[in-house]
């Protein structure tokens, strides 16, 4: 009997045991049983008035959701019985203790909801708070009860301290108002107003402006159910931007006229910090400065417009430049290992030329490759090799009517080594990049390129048709508009990047087939769309949620020369950052995917979870910097737009780990197919097959740094 009583003292914790355990030891026989019992009663005294929290919910919410309500209270609900029984027997930093219930916190958490009703307009709202025991009484569900009552309109919103201003510019701060009329009352209209206006004033002539909360208010009638708003700024004299002075040039190859272009203001014109801010990118995009800083002065201000003196502080970067890389990367879905080597000259012929000289070599397959062989005997005809060397000369033009456009004239010999073929491409580009806007970016291409083949394996003969095998020389003009609104270049968190191309090929060729001249050529047009979506799930950044959708057709547009479009150019399925069900160039519709399709759709939804970060340090390993990452990948690659079948779409699961670097996440992802449209019938879904032996067995590995999308 006494055993039977020890077996229920876990639930007291570690010490409470021990400590129970011992006094036993010590205590005559005729009060053990006493003493056990004593203890055992205080553990229920606990329970009862502490019981642990089984669940939060929320009644008579409408207007504002579940999710964000609880995300505002600070009441969480109890860990599963395996956390608490990791936490108290193993490590307490793995698992984690009971949620017991605390009154005071319900209270807190009770004026939270609270305000957070009043910022969204509901000033009548009521929430009271109770407790629904369990049928044991071991634990409750704490139940918000919420009175929303009506929201509050905006009856007005009065600006105050811009009557000294331009009458326009006033103008453009009452009618962009977010806080209007008759529109229901928002703290995150009234407060998005106060930075408009900021930055409204910035940007025109009054860098000293600010905003005055004592004199700002939002007067609530309880009688009308409306408020009105009131805000209040200080403008402090109006000025312009001064005479130029830059510093961090004596001795540098780059003349001041460099800099004057990149600048977007000149002295005299009104003060702006928006243009104040694209100069000092416009200046580090051109390379050439380890540093660049715009600094002012502002003088006191007087009634007439003030210039202000504005130094420009520059650290230049070495001119000449040599840089060996290490390179990992996933191109072309792959892991990519390799090494290269570049040169920069930062100040060719002086305006900030760019001229770069670089040579890369990048493997993908690391098994069943001969190294020795390859060195001494085969090179890069080795059968088992996948590999891509590529040598480039760039030359780059910083500076093309405006400081918003780019120019880039390339010379390019790749050497791209498939499993069947060997593919030689000689490439010459020019580009143009313009910015149209703060985010987004336009590239105008015009490439010749010089494709040949030369087979390695006895696929390349066996899946390709004549006309594929012959060396081909094309002109191809591209057009790309994008825009990125994400908001970290490694691991974005939220935001969106959306992109559009449009590629065309024979034309130019066409012309000159006309002058007399024969090139054998492809004529296609091609499209491609692409996007990729991030949304925070919750206030602490613990839950993202990424999706991408990609699609692209190509076809031939002209039914005389039906040249198909060249390998280089067509779209492949499979790989780290496609579906991942299936190995690099090893998905597709098509008699060999490793020859690629004209026709694409991919859709991936990922669920990046920092959970691991609540476990601190243990082991000096930070777990902040651990995500696990489930995801769905669909899609397939098809040999041309018309053999699109929704019966053929591929679909895999499975999850990753990533681990934040310096440098951007690393990542591994195993992924294993949930439907495979080739394969055998009545196989074709996982659970038509042996789950461990043939699905879990038949996945796949994929290493790679950064994000898959």
């Not at 010379?411 to 020019?430: E, G, N, P, V």
């Amino acid at each position: 009997m006494l055993h039977q009583k020890m077996r229920v003292q876990p639930i007291c914790g570690r010490r409470v045991g021990f400590l129970f355990a011992a006094a036993l030891c010590f205590l005559p026989r005729t009060d053990v049983a006493a003493a056990a019992a004593d203890t055992l009663a205080r553990v229920r005294t606990v329970q009862a008035e502490h019981p642990q929290v089984a669940d939060i919910e929320f009644d008579g919410n409408n207007e504002i959701s579940t999710r964000l309500l609880r995300s505002w209270v600070s009441a969480k609900v109890t860990p599963s019985a395996f956390s608490q029984f990791v936490y108290r027997h193993i490590s307490e930093s793995m698992g984690n203790p009971p949620v017991r219930y605390d009154p005071a916190k319900a209270g807190a958490d009770m004026l939270r909801l609270k305000y957070l009703y009043r910022d969204q307009g509901f000033f009548d709202a009521r929430i009271d708070t109770a407790t629904v025991p369990s049928s044991g009484g071991a634990s409750v569900t704490i139940v918000f009860h919420i009175i929303e009552g009506s929201r509050y309109t905006v009856d007005s919103l009065r600006l105050i301290g811009l009557g000294g201003i331009d009458s326009t510019l006033r103008a453009q701060a009452e009618e962009g108002a977010l806080t209007r009329a008759h529109r229901p009352y928002a703290r995150e209209a009234y407060e998005g107003d106060r930075d408009r206006i900021l930055n409204l004033l910035w940007d025109n002539g009054y860098p000293a402006a600010r905003f005055l909360p004592e004199s700002s208010a939002v007067l609530v009638s309880t009688h009308r159910r409306s408020v009105s708003a009131v805000l209040a700024f200080s403008t402090d004299g109006r000025y312009a931007f001064g005479n130029i002075s830059i510093r961090g040039t004596d001795g540098a190859p780059v003349d001041d006229d460099v800099v004057y272009r990149q600048l977007d203001f000149q002295a005299g014109q009104l003060y702006s910090q928006q243009k104040k801010t694209s100069s000092e990118k416009n200046l580090n995009r051109l390379g050439i400065y380890e540093s660049v800083r715009i600094e002012m002065a502002i003088p006191p201000s007087r009634a007439e417009v003030l210039p202000i003196p504005i130094i420009i502080s520059l650290a230049p970067r070495p001119v000449n430049e040599l840089t060996p890389e290490l390179l990992m990367n996933d191109e072309n879905n792959a892991f990519n290992l390799g090494a290269g080597l570049g040169y920069s000259n930062l100040n060719f012929f002086g305006g900030a030329r760019r001229l770069t000289l670089r040579g890369r070599f990048r493997v993908q397959s690391l098994t069943h490759v001969n190294f020795g062989r390859i060195i001494t005997r085969t090179g890069f005809r080795e059968e088992n090799l996948v590999a891509n060397a590529e040598i480039t000369l760039a030359l780059t033009q910083p500076y093309i009517f405006s400081n918003r456009t780019t120019g880039i004239f390339s010379l390019t010999a790749t050497a791209d080594k498939q499993l069947s073929y060997l593919q030689s491409i000689f490439r010459s580009k020019i580009g143009v990049t313009h910015r149209a806007a703060a985010y987004t970016m336009e590239f105008f291409d015009w490439s010749l390129e010089r494709v040949a083949f030369d087979s390695t394996g006895p696929n390349f003969q066996q899946f390709t048709i004549t006309e594929e095998r012959k060396p081909q020389f094309n002109s191809i003009l591209s057009y790309t508009l994008q825009r990125d609104k994400t908001n970290d270049v490694f691991s974005p968190t939220r935001g969106f990047f959306n992109s559009l191309t449009v590629e065309e090929a024979g034309l130019v060729s066409s012309l000159l087939k006309n002058l007399g001249r024969f090139l054998p050529y492809s004529q296609y047009g091609k499209l491609t769309l692409f996007g990729r979506w991030y949304e925070e799930l919750d206030e602490s950044r613990i839950s993202i949620l990424a999706w991408k959708l990609k699609a692209g057709a190509a076809i031939l547009l002209s039914s005389s020369n039906q040249t198909p479009v060249p390998i280089n150019r067509r779209y492949f399925g499979g790989g780290s950052g496609s579906n991942r069900g299936w190995r690099t160039r090893e998905l597709g519709a098509t008699p060999n995917p490793e020859f690629g399709g004209n026709a694409l759709f991919e859709a991936n939804i990922e669920l990046r979870w920092n959970g691991p970060r609540k476990f601190g340090s243990p082991g000096g390993i930070p777990l902040e910097n651990l995500w696990l990452v489930p995801f769905v990948d669909v899609g397939n690659v098809w040999a041309m737009p018309k053999d699109v079948r929704l019966t053929q779409l591929a679909v895999a699961s499975g999850i990753g780990i990533r681990y934040d670097t310096i440098a951007g996440p690393l990542r591994i992802d195993y992924g294993f197919r949930v439907y495979d449209p080739a394969g055998v019938q009545q196989h074709q879904w996982f659970f038509q097959q042996r789950f461990f032996a043939d699905t879990i067995a038949g996945g796949t590995i994929h290493f790679g740094l950064g994000q898959s999308f």
